[in-house]
């Protein structure tokens, strides 16, 4: 059974710091591409940053510079380091494991900025 269960998530000043983290189970956690999407009620869930098992990453132009993804193969785990945070940064943000037709999605972690 895959699971992908997300942590760190919570309630911030704008300017804070937030680190997410996503554990991975039940996957060959190596070859797959991981993610961090993030969604607002009533809107798409869009990309904020992958990280493909080869250690490139890419990132929407909304947090270039701010946010840094990472992953941890021997730890079957991911993480969203989210610096000077700001209002429009506040979501629901989901990991996700991708590889091949395997497309997998954590339940979410709420991240609220306030202003």
């Known amino acids: 059974q895959v699971q992908l269960v997300e942590s760190g998530g919570g309630l911030v000043q704008a300017g804070e710091s937030l680190r997410l983290s996503c554990v991975a189970s039940?996957?060959?956690?190596?070859?797959?591409?991981m993610g961090w999407y993030r969604q607002t009620p009533g809107k798409q869930r869009d990309m904020v940053a992958v990280?493909?098992?080869?250690?490139?990453?890419n990132y929407a132009d909304s947090v270039k510079g701010r946010f840094t993804i990472s992953r941890d193969n021997a730890k079957n785990t991911m993480y969203l380091q989210m610096n000077s945070l700001k209002p429009e940064d506040t979501a629901v943000y989901y990991c996700n494991a991708f590889w091949d037709w395997r497309n997998y999605w954590g339940q979410g972690t709420q991240v609220t900025v306030s202003s």
């Open positions: 039940g996957i060959n956690f190596n070859i797959y591409t």
């Open positions: 990280i493909t098992s080869g250690d490139s990453t």
